[in-house]
């Protein structure tokens, strides 16, 4: 029996397990999906040595980028990125090759792409972690200017909350949340930017999708924008994972 799994920590809002899960019971797949929770990076390569029949992983929070060191190839949008969610592990003859992708891009664009309106020329990501680094990588291929937003000023593409102005809002009409801020439980918070400075032109796409409409969505909703949570996205890079493995 072929295994699959997931690598992250920790991994209790995990959606892959059960998609995976299901999709190899409906499709009489030889196959078994299995999460490892990793308190450490450290600890991949035991996950490798453990499982002789692991053909392939998906990883998430926190080791998208820490997870490159440990890697024998990456393919170029995983490169450009500087992230991976998706490995692929080629075995031969007791050799082990892993694989580095990022399904995530093609994920976010291929979800986003249908609802860009000619006046969406520049985005604000709000996060700089791994998913961030994706979607910045997407939101280019699709032709928009981007700007990320952190707690503290990292570099020049970088400012703070605090210099979200009314300006800023005019120029910026697309914003993508990258945190888990107003992910279950605490789904009453929402990342601090000036929703009053909203108008229907704005485009506000959220990774989370649980709740199906976070706080952030529904400032948005409230003043006219257009919303999109992250499940779409979810499942198309899930699709993607699938495709890479088995290719």
């Not at 009314?166 to 000036?194: F, H, L």
């Not at 108008?199 to 257009?226: Q, V």
């Not at 992250?230 to 495709?243: I, S, Y």
Request: proline share 5%; aromatic share 10%.
């Amino acid at each position: 029996m072929k295994k699959f799994g997931l690598i992250g920590y920790p991994l209790g809002h995990s959606f892959s397990k059960n998609f995976f899960n299901e999709k190899f019971h409906s499709e009489n797949i030889d196959a078994e999906y299995v999460n490892f929770e990793i308190p450490t990076i450290e600890d991949f390569n035991k996950v490798i040595k453990a499982n002789p029949t692991l053909c392939g992983l998906n990883v998430t929070i926190p080791y998208k980028e820490q997870v490159i060191g440990y890697l024998d190839e990456l393919d170029k949008d995983a490169a450009a990125i500087g992230a991976v969610n998706v490995i692929k592990i080629e075995r031969n003859k007791g050799k082990v090759k892993l694989i580095g992708y990022n399904s995530d891009v093609m994920g976010f664009t291929q979800s986003i792409e249908s609802l860009l309106e000619p006046h969406h020329k520049k985005s604000l990501i709000l996060g700089t972690g791994g998913a961030s680094k994706a979607i910045n990588y997407g939101l280019h291929k699709l032709g928009l200017e981007t700007k990320f937003v952190s707690r503290s000023k990292r570099n020049e593409n970088t400012i703070t909350y605090d210099d979200i102005t009314p300006e800023v809002m005019k120029e910026y009409k697309v914003i993508v949340n990258c945190t888990p801020t107003g992910m279950y439980p605490k789904a009453d918070e929402c990342p601090n930017i000036p929703y009053d400075c909203l108008t229907p032109e704005h485009l506000l796409y959220d990774l989370l999708y649980n709740p199906d409409t976070t706080l952030f969505m529904k400032n948005g909703s409230d003043k006219g924008a257009i919303v999109k949570n992250g499940l779409e996205m979810l499942l198309l890079q899930a699709f993607g994972a699938w495709e890479i493995w088995n290719k």
